[in-house]
């Protein structure tokens, strides 16, 4: 089945300095992507969708200034969380659409980040 | 908006038995996917079964069945011959057919199975 990559899979970072993630579509093209982030014993919730070429939309509540989103190509996205700080800390999950294979969403393995 | 509804915020049966887990959910919308999704320890979202919401028949996938309730909006996850390695936390998901195929996910129900 279609793969997609995350990395890293595990940062810590100080307080007020920012941190990139990215995501990969390995064996196929990504037109759309996904970023959720999930709380510890909680579900996954949307932050926002990244569409290649264009400005990403993001979720109610998402402030788009703090999570910065690029999807520069059709098989890489990026979150940058900017000035992080200690509730920022997650796990962060992105998804990726096959245009082919309609319906079929793939998920990274995810990015724990932690913000002392 | 979506929503999906996970009553059961932890499962636990004996290896061997058999496990239903339930989701309902509310939309207006006619054409939709459903899913469920395992979320093992490791994180990594394994899609376990998907049903489209046109099609009567429920859908299948060796020990995984759903019974899919359209008219109540029920949509519930059957494991047969649960094994250890079925232990994890088991989404349920919804996706309009149109647009952004977002997926809305429910709050998840932790399953254990126990030796």
């Known amino acids: 089945g279609a793969v997609v990559s995350q990395h890293p899979s595990w940062v810590i970072c100080k307080s007020g300095t920012s941190v990139k993630i990215e995501c990969r579509s390995l064996d196929f093209q990504a037109t759309t992507m996904f970023w959720y982030r999930q709380f510890p014993k909680q579900s996954l919730m949307l932050m926002a969708t990244?569409?290649?070429?264009?400005?990403?939309?993001?979720e109610q509540g998402v402030e788009k200034d703090k999570f910065l989103i690029n999807h520069a190509s059709l098989t890489l996205s990026t979150l940058t969380v900017t000035s992080a700080h200690p509730e920022d800390s997650s796990f962060y999950i992105c998804s990726a659409r096959d245009g082919v294979a309609y319906g079929e969403l793939f998920f990274g393995e995810g990015s724990r980040l932690t913000v002392l | 908006a979506q929503t999906v509804t996970q009553s059961q915020p932890e499962m636990s049966v004996q290896e061997a038995e058999t496990v239903t887990l339930s989701c309902t959910y509310d939309?207006?919308?006619?054409?939709?996917?459903l899913f469920w999704y395992k979320q093992p320890p490791s994180r990594q979202m394994i899609l376990v079964i998907r049903?489209?919401?046109?099609?009567?028949q429920n859908a299948t996938e060796n020990r995984f069945s759903v019974n899919f309730q359209k008219a109540a909006k029920s949509f519930s996850l059957k494991i047969s011959d649960s094994q250890l390695g079925d232990t994890a936390m088991y989404f349920c998901?919804?996706?309009?057919?149109?647009?952004?195929?977002?997926?809305?996910f429910g709050q998840g129900t932790r399953l254990t199975i126990n030796p």
């Open positions: 990244s569409n290649e070429g264009s400005k990403a939309t993001y």
């Open positions: 939309t207006s919308e006619n054409n939709y996917y």
């Open positions: 049903q489209e919401a046109y099609k009567q």
């Open positions: 998901a919804f996706m309009k057919r149109q647009g952004a195929q977002k997926l809305v």
